[in-house]
């Protein structure tokens, strides 16, 4: 490995500017697709091969003209007057008309402008069709179309359904995101400008996290493209990415640093940097990347879609940290191991006003080797020592609730839970994400007398199951030998009394309709 590392430092030392060139052209081609990485993003991902929820999906194709992810819109009463209401209705059926996959019918349209006169508030269901990921295309489109979050004439129009929650999460974890990196970069300068004593040498572990970022989200945008990819991987690139390419960037650097003041030259320096610490991060990322590719033992694309992309960001990491670093090192010279101007004159001021500016130098060991010392001297009381505290500060862990409702990760004024729990107070809270059971015929058509006789006892017999609002119509899929049917539940469907509740329905399964012995229910 150090012998890689001598080869790969006196190269890039001797081409640096090749490799600078080089990854300027790499961002430069980035930029425009990672501003577009979440484009193709998909919010499934969720389905686990063999489950029942899996086996409905997979026969999602059968039945074409069935609407599996229902959008609606809701409208509310700012301070607008009725005419104001019946026109943000109109505004609603252009928006549905240009949207793909979704349409608003005259009959809706009409019934939405009878209740718009006298309503505060108005839910005006949409004719959805397609997939799932082209429910969270409609949903955006409308989103950008109704300007959601804005009070217009009167009138503020909220997207209602399921994907629609998904389009939702998207802008928070944007909106999120870019809080979190216009708060966490400075900081982190900061810190790192404390450290070094000096804006080039602390620019560079920042410099290194945005290039991990970028090229790692134009990696996930071709990604998507060809597989599964949720839409929580820009969070775990961006978050990961920083960390790690700043955390590998100081081992470099710091060390680089240290030889410098140690007496050697620059070009020795880099060397021996690279073949300690440029070693010590290549095996590092590697053991990273080696314990993300545990993830794809979880048979859920959702879980492998994360793991690719944290490993994507973190061998960009350990790209840069050997290559681009060293590249920049090279060129800087020695300002990258000076303090600047602006460092030395701000601490020999703040060293008068402290009285420190006199003081001679000190002399004798370290803080660091004075800890050291005294550690080794007594590893067992430090390991537990250090195990009590790590287990204290673990213990908010026991009381963690897990849960996967979506609505719940919203603030209470996000637009987007407001506008569903608006949604849920006109109709019931089940209808954004109605069940689907889907039964599959052994032999026969779905219309036939015995099976079609079977069907209708288990819908009589799940329309009068307490928490049931409400049982469609079924639905025959096109080789005829399939039904589905939409349960409506009057709870969340994924609050625990709804995954309760799915449960019962999963464990019933048709037994006592006998529906589950001339159909395979799912």
Do not use: C
Not at 237 to 251: E, H, M, R
């Amino acid at each position: 490995m150090q012998s890689a590392m001598n080869r790969l430092s006196a190269f890039v030392r001797e081409r640096r500017k090749l490799v600078l060139v080089a990854w300027v052209v790499l961002l430069v081609a980035s930029v425009p697709f990672a501003s577009r990485q979440t484009e193709n993003l998909t919010s499934g991902g969720f389905e686990v091969p063999g489950t029942q929820s899996a086996a409905v999906d997979d026969a999602v194709d059968r039945f074409p003209e069935v609407s599996l992810e229902p959008l609606g819109i809701v409208l509310e009463r700012r301070g607008g007057d009725a005419a104001q209401m019946e026109a943000a209705v109109d505004r609603v059926q252009a928006a549905a008309a240009e949207a793909d996959n979704v349409d608003l019918s005259d009959e809706a349209a009409g019934a939405a402008k009878q209740a718009a006169a006298q309503e505060q508030v108005v839910l005006i269901p949409l004719d959805a069709a397609g997939s799932r990921d082209d429910a969270l295309e409609a949903a955006k489109e409308l989103r950008e179309d109704l300007s959601v979050g804005e009070v217009e004439d009167g009138v503020q129009a909220y997207v209602v359904g399921q994907q629609a929650l998904w389009a939702g999460l998207q802008e928070v974890q944007k909106e999120d995101l870019e809080s979190a990196e216009m708060t966490g970069f400075p900081v982190i300068l900061i810190v790192l400008l404390a450290v070094f004593g000096s804006v080039l040498a602390a620019l560079l572990p920042v410099g290194l996290g945005i290039a991990a970022v970028i090229v790692t989200g134009a990696a996930v945008y071709f990604l998507a493209l060809a597989m599964t990819m949720s839409v929580f991987v820009t969070n775990m690139a961006s978050l990961l990415g920083i960390g790690v390419a700043v955390d590998y960037s100081l081992f470099v650097l710091a060390r680089y640093r240290d030889e410098i003041h140690a007496g050697r030259d620059r070009g020795e320096a880099l060397d021996m940097a690279m073949r300690t610490s440029g070693a010590t991060v290549v095996f590092s990322g590697m053991t990273v990347v080696v314990s993300l590719a545990g993830l794809f033992l979880l048979d859920a694309a959702v879980m492998r879609s994360l793991a690719i992309g944290a490993i994507v960001v973190v061998v960009v990491a350990i790209l840069g940290a050997v290559t681009l670093l060293p590249a920049l090192i090279a060129l800087l010279g020695r300002r990258a191991d000076e303090p600047g101007r602006v460092v030395s004159a701000t601490g020999l001021l703040v060293k008068r006003l402290t009285g420190r500016a006199n003081r001679p130098p000190r002399t004798g060991p370290s803080f660091w080797e004075r800890w050291t010392t005294r550690l080794m001297r007594r590893p067992v009381a430090f390991a537990v020592l250090a195990s009590t505290i790590m287990l204290v500060l673990a213990i908010p862990a026991l009381s963690l609730d897990f849960g996967n409702g979506a609505l719940a990760q919203f603030p209470e004024t996000n637009e987007t839970r407001r506008g569903a729990e608006l949604a849920a107070a006109q109709a019931s809270p089940g209808e954004s994400a109605p069940l689907l059971v889907l039964a599959d015929f052994d032999e026969g058509e779905a219309t036939s007398d015995d099976n079609q006789a079977a069907l209708q006892r288990y819908i009589d017999q799940t329309a009068g199951t307490e928490g049931v609002e409400r049982v469609g119509e079924p639905q025959i899929s096109e080789d005829g030998r399939a039904a589905l049917v939409s349960v409506v539940i009057d709870r969340d469907p994924e609050s625990d009394a709804g995954l309760a509740m799915i449960d019962e329905l999963r464990a019933e399964g048709g037994q006592g309709s006998g529906l589950d012995r001339v159909a395979t229910v799912s």
